[in-house]
């Protein structure tokens, strides 16, 4: 088997991905709105698509001794991935030394309506309420990008791997492929299903959590599921991948994790198989193993070899800390995207569901970590990306803020307080703040006011202490870490937009003690890439 630490030396400058000379193009086309914006937002906008392509290096030949697919003649092969996280998709397409030969980015299209899914008798059931239809936004996303990959680079293709959020749950009929309900996504908690999921599962286990996959699972099967006999579960990367591959029911032992597949052993445990709805249970491979070729008319449509295989996935974070060659125990890496997501390289696997903490396996060693629902996409509800800009540059990352938050989209924490009912410390808050204000408790009210806002003065300020505020959430969960008894963290390397604020990273570096830098790679899409090279290669 081949180890993904070993496909790329280790050595940070010759790990360093080169990019040969580059032309950016600028390729117009229908995108739509930003997930955060209200419903009466979501209508379509005109916006483009950025992509970089790399020119050939001089020394590359297109032409040499080795035969594609169709048969003609190249001495360079490519690998394909592509990232779906929680606000858009990217891909990266890399040849085997690292070298980036194109990127391309996209927003999810929302597409809005009811749902309508058939039920096994050919009944239909209609979701009354207004939702996105993420099953048509995702499919829509994957063939754009596909389309945006440069049709020259297309016949060099060896393989393609796709990663998507962890715990991003679709349940389909086995036999058509049809969605039997919309997709639960990363952060929704079912705590309907948690004392079903407790009664059977192992104290503290990974899926003892609202937000498990397992729970998602149950929670369906014990409303919808009992007359299935023919239904099957996929994460969304597995989803995405059949989409390309067309061989219903295959996953990989990352995005299994949540649904209790233990990847010390490699099988479902006992306790699970026992279930009646462990027949919806998606066989597992490793990260990176090969599944297939691309179906005939995937292949025919986008101009790929004959030759390219489908590999499998993993989780968006897995492939954010792949991306950043952090190979040693003891380094870490946080993805600050729309949430915050922390990855540590332990020799120990740490499972405790009390505090959202869990271990996926890498090779022979361990991914320790846990997602919290902190993050970005908190920051774009209040500011604009040039607000943020703008006002980080004024933020004096040495000097402590006095702001204590914790910020939050909506009610409900994952990691490192597992509580469906936390609500986000500032918005509280804000409500405290009106109460006091209508009882007359003006003393409290300049506290509270201090604590909150002192917004009306300085957004410099504010930003400055919801900065900081994440950061100690994040220093409380590598401390968890070290308690539980993971590998000591040594250095951390950041993924994710929130990486280029410099001034952010200063703050970090203080409240963590430790060093902070960007990653070599700050792009899930490329850890992506480093599992379609993991296939082709093994």
């Given at each position: 088997m081949v180890s993904l630490s070993s496909m790329i030396p280790i050595d940070r400058e010759q790990a360093r991905p080169k990019r040969s000379q580059t032309m950016l193009v600028s390729v117009h086309r229908p995108t739509f709105s930003s997930p955060f914006l209200s419903p009466r937002q979501l209508s379509q906008e005109i916006g483009h698509c950025r992509i970089v392509n790399k020119r050939r290096p001089?020394?590359?030949s297109l032409m040499g001794s080795s035969k594609n697919g169709n048969g003609g003649q190249v001495s360079v092969r490519l690998y394909l991935g592509m990232d779906f996280g929680t606000s858009?998709?990217?891909f990266a397409?890399?040849?085997?030394h690292g070298t980036i030969y194109s990127e391309a980015k996209r927003e999810y299209p929302k597409y809005m309506g009811e749902h309508v899914f058939k039920e096994q008798n050919g009944v239909a059931a209609r979701k009354s309420e207004e939702t996105i239809d993420w099953i048509r936004s995702w499919k829509t996303t994957l063939f754009l990008l596909l389309e945006d990959v440069p049709v020259n680079l297309r016949p060099l293709i060896a393989s393609i791997s796709i990663d998507g959020t962890s715990a991003t749950t679709i349940i389909l009929d086995s036999n058509t492929g049809e969605p039997l309900w919309r997709p639960f996504l990363y952060y929704e908690s079912c705590p309907d299903a948690l004392p079903m999921?407790?009664?059977?599962?192992?104290?503290?286990?990974t899926v003892c959590s609202g937000t498990s996959t397992l729970c998602k699972l149950v929670s369906w099967w014990n409303v919808r599921g009992a007359n299935k006999t023919s239904a099957v579960l996929l994460h969304q990367a597995d989803w995405l991948l059949w989409l390309l591959h067309g061989?219903?029911?295959?996953?990989?032992?990352?995005?299994?994790?949540k649904v209790g597949y233990d990847p010390e052993v490699d099988s479902y445990p006992p306790w699970l198989l026992s279930q009646p709805?462990?027949?919806l249970l998606p066989s597992v491979k490793a990260p990176g193993a090969s599944i297939g070729f691309l179906t005939e008319d995937i292949r025919a449509k986008f101009g790929f070899p004959k030759d390219c295989i489908v590999c499998t996935g993993t989780t968006d974070s897995i492939a954010a800390f792949l991306a950043a060659r952090a190979t040693q125990p003891g380094k870490a890496v946080t993805s600050l995207g729309s949430t915050l997501a922390i990855k540590l390289l332990s020799t120990n696997r740490i499972e405790d569901a009390r505090f959202g903490v869990y271990s996926h396996r890498l090779d022979d060693k361990w991914l320790v970590g846990g997602a919290s629902n902190t993050?970005?996409?908190?920051?774009?509800?209040?500011?604009?990306?040039?607000?943020?800009?703008?006002?980080s540059d004024h933020i004096n990352p040495m000097e402590a803020s006095p702001l204590d938050y914790y910020p939050l989209q909506a009610v409900g924490e994952r990691f490192p307080v597992a509580d469906p009912e936390m609500a986000p410390r500032f918005y509280f808050l804000l409500l405290l703040f009106f109460f006091l204000l209508w009882v007359g408790e003006l003393g409290r009210v300049r506290k509270i006011k201090r604590m909150l806002h002192p917004r009306p003065q300085s957004d410099v300020e504010y930003l400055h202490g919801i900065l900081e505020s994440i950061a100690r959430i994040e220093a409380k969960a590598y401390t968890l870490l070290k308690d539980l008894g993971a590998t000591q963290v040594e250095e951390v390397f950041t993924a994710g937009g929130g990486a280029k604020n410099e001034k952010w990273t200063q703050i970090r570096e203080r409240v963590l003690g430790l060093p902070v830098r960007q990653a070599i790679q700050t792009e899930a899409a490329y850890g992506a890439a480093l599992l379609a090279l993991k296939g082709a290669e093994t």
């Open positions: 001089r020394s590359m858009g998709a990217r397409l890399i040849d085997k999921v407790k009664s059977i599962a192992p104290a503290n286990h061989k219903l029911g295959v996953s990989d032992y990352n995005n299994a994790l709805y462990s027949q993050g970005g996409a908190v920051l774009r509800q209040i500011f604009t990306d040039e607000q943020l800009k703008k006002l």
